[in-house]
């Protein structure tokens, strides 16, 4: 896991973390990662059957004023996993596509130079309180 800033979009507010590669210089999409197998759930995990394995993904925390903050996470619908996550993380209402664009316009009215994925999905916050 690691984090990056939004190389594709420079001084976008928006910031990547988890499961985020390179596929290409400044190209991002979700990726699929191993659980860290050394310690005590390393130990369970190599005593069973179950993958380490956990499905693609991007997390997601959702900080409005006036309202509850959201941490979550959306599944890459075509990644392997999707029935196997080591944590059980996976629901179905949190799995879909990402769209691959070629280099242009970007949905907030900026350009990337670099290829670009995009999800959509409609996040509900609760109000704060």
């Known amino acids: 896991m690691r984090r990056d800033t939004n190389s594709a979009n420079p001084g976008s507010a928006v910031q990547f973390a988890g499961g985020v590669v390179d596929v ?3 190209e991002h999409e979700p ?7 050394d310690g005590p759930v390393g130990d369970l995990i190599s005593r069973t059957d179950i993958s380490p394995m ?3 993904h991007i997390h997601f925390l959702l900080a409005v004023p006036g309202y509850a903050p959201l941490i979550t ?9 999707l029935d196997s996550d080591v944590v059980f993380g996976v629901k179905r209402e949190l799995v879909v596509a990402f769209d691959r ?7 907030d009215g900026g350009h990337s130079d670099a290829p670009w994925y995009e999800a959509r999905y409609d996040f509900v916050l609760q109000p704060a309180g």
């Open 54 to 56: 956990r499905p693609a």
């Open 73 to 81: 996470h959306l599944f890459r619908e075509d990644t392997e996993y």
């Open 101 to 107: 664009h070629e280099p242009g316009p970007t949905p």
């Open 24 to 26: 290409a210089v400044g």
């Open 31 to 37: 990726a699929r990662y191993a659980i860290p197998m």
